[in-house]
């Protein structure tokens, strides 16, 4: 045990540094302002140790990612939005890295499996499935006491490619509409499809809605929880509107019940397991390299060739970001050619 002087090469402030060392366990140190107050640590630690009392870091030498999960589900689980995806994510990581001892773990590992995810996947993936080690791992360190110091926080993250644009042809449209309306065994494909072509609504947001949230009369939806947690209102119009009117006249429209529930249990709590009838609907439309995301690029694509600004599209998709809307702006070059013209027309060309 020892306690150093430490001088910050740019500050040039003074701290003390008192750090244990005991072997088979991980360094444990801790640093402060006034060397009484690291002496006085340094003293208290060694007490510790002498009656066998030491911190659960060093009682957690043996635990490993396996170990934490449990304790992380039950604490963070209930609050997340995208539970079913970190569960996925982080079960990727325990059948990697599970039974490694957590003192064990160092940056070049986590980063050597990560690049083979890069490399199967995209950097967008593997940038989601690092953050989401990240987050368990600083649980582990924070809440547990179980680590010294996250790794992944040593791992600088890939940077990621500018966000695809992919968006319906009127065509294509007409064909994915069709291809909904011949589908009868799945009727709540029609007015999901609608909504997400008209509103730019997020695939959670659609699946989540309850009939609560819904306003014919005021043609309005409130979205009380978002991906980035603001609530909004967004438009709902024709075709949509009609469509899901229509949709409702077979259903309980009690506020609390989801627009479109889960088929798997009549009494399920759950809402309506889209990916086979989205599949069926996509091979009949012949849609190729379309995932159900691009409904809502394809909702903002049409508002920016529509003469919407940036700002517009993002208040109505709830992008707080305006560099997520960014990738729209050639979309909306005839409209700002247009708007300069006419501000030419009716301010400067009777000067010349």
């Given at each position: 045990?020892?306690?150093?002087?430490?001088?910050?090469?740019?500050?040039?402030?003074?701290?003390?540094?008192?750090?244990?060392?005991?072997?088979?366990?991980?360094?444990?140190?801790?640093?402060?302002?006034?060397?009484?107050?690291?002496?006085?640590?340094?003293?208290?630690?060694?007490?510790?140790?002498?009656?066998?009392?030491?911190?659960?870091?060093?009682?957690?030498?043996?635990?490993?990612?396996?170990?934490?999960?449990?304790?992380?589900?039950?604490?963070?689980?209930?609050?997340?939005?995208?539970?079913?995806?970190?569960?996925?994510?982080?079960?990727?990581?325990?059948?990697?890295?599970?039974?490694?001892?957590?003192?064990?773990?160092?940056?070049?590992?986590?980063?050597?499996?990560?690049?083979?995810?890069?490399?199967?996947?995209?950097?967008?993936?593997?940038?989601?499935?690092?953050?989401?080690?990240?987050?368990?791992?600083?649980?582990?360190?924070?809440?547990?006491?179980?680590?010294?110091?996250?790794?992944?926080?040593?791992?600088?993250?890939?940077?990621?490619?500018?966000?695809?644009?992919?968006?319906?042809?009127?065509?294509?449209?007409?064909?994915?509409?069709?291809?909904?309306?011949?589908?009868?065994?799945?009727?709540?494909?029609?007015?999901?499809?609608?909504?997400?072509?008209?509103?730019?609504?997020?695939?959670?947001?659609?699946?989540?809605?309850?009939?609560?949230?819904?306003?014919?009369?005021?043609?309005?939806?409130?979205?009380?929880?978002?991906?980035?947690?603001?609530?909004?209102?967004?438009?709902?119009?024709?075709?949509?509107?009609?469509?899901?009117?229509?949709?409702?006249?077979?259903?309980?429209?009690?506020?609390?019940?989801?627009?479109?529930?889960?088929?798997?249990?009549?009494?399920?709590?759950?809402?309506?397991?889209?990916?086979?009838?989205?599949?069926?609907?996509?091979?009949?439309?012949?849609?190729?390299?379309?995932?159900?995301?691009?409904?809502?690029?394809?909702?903002?694509?049409?508002?920016?060739?529509?003469?919407?600004?940036?700002r517009e599209i993002g208040d109505i998709l709830g992008q707080r970001n305006l560099s997520m809307t960014q990738r729209y702006s050639?979309?909306?070059?005839?409209?700002?050619?247009?708007?300069?013209?006419?501000?030419?027309?009716?301010?400067?060309?009777?000067?010349?």
């Open positions: 045990m020892a306690v150093t002087k430490v001088i910050s090469p740019r500050s040039k402030k003074v701290s003390y540094r008192a750090r244990v060392r005991i072997k088979g366990y991980p360094d444990l140190s801790k640093t402060f302002a006034r060397k009484t107050d690291a002496l006085r640590w340094d003293a208290q630690t060694q007490t510790r140790v002498q009656q066998n009392k030491l911190p659960n870091i060093f009682r957690a030498n043996k635990k490993t990612l396996t170990d934490v999960l449990p304790h992380y589900a039950e604490d963070i689980f209930q609050r997340l939005k995208d539970s079913h995806n970190r569960l996925k994510q982080l079960y990727y990581w325990e059948k990697a890295i599970g039974l490694i001892p957590l003192q064990e773990l160092n940056p070049q590992q986590i980063k050597s499996i990560l690049l083979d995810l890069a490399n199967s996947k995209t950097y967008s993936t593997a940038n989601r499935y690092l953050a989401a080690l990240s987050a368990a791992l600083t649980y582990a360190t924070n809440e547990l006491n179980w680590l010294h110091s996250n790794p992944c926080l040593k791992i600088r993250r890939f940077k990621e490619p500018r966000g695809r644009t992919r968006f319906l042809t009127d065509k294509e449209l007409h064909q994915l509409i069709c291809s909904c309306k011949a589908l009868k065994r799945y009727p709540e494909i029609l007015p999901i499809v609608l909504l997400a072509v008209t509103t730019g609504m997020r695939r959670g947001e659609i699946l989540g809605l309850r009939w609560g949230q819904i306003s014919f009369t005021q043609s309005r939806i409130e979205l009380l929880e978002t991906k980035n947690g603001d609530a909004r209102s967004v438009p709902l119009v024709e075709p949509a509107s009609s469509c899901l009117l229509n949709f409702s006249k077979e259903k309980s429209l009690k506020n609390e019940n989801f627009v479109f529930p889960s088929r798997v249990d009549a009494n399920t709590s759950g809402y309506f397991h889209l990916d086979h009838a989205w599949r069926l609907v996509k091979r009949e439309a012949n849609l190729e390299d379309f995932k159900f995301h691009d409904l809502r690029h394809t909702a903002a694509s049409y508002l920016a060739m529509s003469g919407a600004g940036l050639h979309l909306t070059q005839d409209h700002k050619i247009s708007t300069v013209t006419r501000m030419v027309a009716n301010h400067i060309s009777g000067v010349l």
